[in-house]
């Protein structure tokens, strides 16, 4: 069955780096979309943007800055979310998801599995 | 980008009581519209997609329904499993935002 793992969580310092990745199995990472979405310490859900596993290419929310980076290792069937100079703000869960489609044209689509979550921590 | 407003924020509710939990888009999202269900420590989970069609393996006490700005989420007789927390999400436009969350408590 499809399956997202994510990496475990994580303890870092200010202005640190981290690498979170999501191996899929059950399925071909590049057939499917990849989003990523957060969760804020009493926070709602975050959509952060996707990233499209058939060509690479990503989309970030608006707001997001140049620190964070979606990338994809399709030899592995793994999607990764890179944060860097982190900050303390930055400490959230970090969920990776996989888009479903209706049809053909990518519309509409929903979040039909998703990784177990990372949480980073930023703290000095 | 669209805006979705969830109400209420919370509602506490008895195991067999019918809950109902709307959720309004600041535009029209035709019917991209999707619910989730979350737990503490857990993944979220999918319930609705495309605002009406139960995923498949939830139960059937689970319905959504609505179009253009307004949604809701029912569901028809509350187990205690259900005790969570429920977003909306549209996925008509980039990006795709997410409601506040409804927090559904045991009364």
């Known amino acids: 069955q499809v399956q997202l793992v994510q990496s475990g969580s994580e303890l870092k310092k200010p202005g640190a780096s981290v690498k979170v990745s999501c191996k899929a199995s059950?399925?071909?990472?590049?057939?499917?979309?990849i989003n990523w979405v957060r969760q804020a310490p009493g926070q709602g859900l975050e959509w952060m943007g996707w990233?499209?596993?058939?060509?690479?290419?990503?989309t970030y929310a608006q707001g997001l800055t140049g620190r964070f980076v979606f990338s994809l290792d399709t030899s592995v069937n793994t999607a990764y979310l890179q944060i860097s100079s982190l900050k303390a703000e930055d400490t959230a869960v970090y969920y990776c998801?996989?888009?479903?489609?209706?049809?053909?044209?990518?519309?509409?689509?929903?979040?039909?599995?998703w990784g177990q979550g990372t949480l980073v921590t930023v703290s000095s | 980008d669209i805006q979705m407003t969830q109400s209420p924020s919370s509602v506490s509710a008895s195991v067999g009581d019918r809950v109902t939990i709307t959720c309004r888009a600041s535009?029209?999202?035709?019917?991209?519209l999707n619910w989730y269900q979350h737990k503490p420590g857990k993944a979220p989970n999918l319930l609705i997609y495309?605002?009406?069609s139960l995923q498949s393996g939830v139960p059937s006490r689970f319905s959504g329904s609505g179009s253009g700005t307004d949604f809701t989420l029912t569901i028809g007789s509350l187990q205690p499993e259900d005790f969570a927390t429920y977003y909306c999400?549209?996925?008509?436009?980039?990006?795709?935002?997410f409601g506040q969350g409804t927090k559904v408590e045991i009364k």
């Open positions: 059950g399925y071909t990472i590049t057939t499917n979309a």
């Open positions: 998801a996989r888009v479903e489609y209706y049809d053909s044209s990518g519309y509409p689509n929903w979040l039909d599995s």
């Open positions: 495309a605002a009406s």
């Open positions: 990233i499209n596993t058939n060509t690479g290419n990503p």
């Open positions: 999400q549209q996925s008509y436009i980039t990006p795709q935002t």
């Open positions: 535009q029209s999202i035709s019917t991209y």
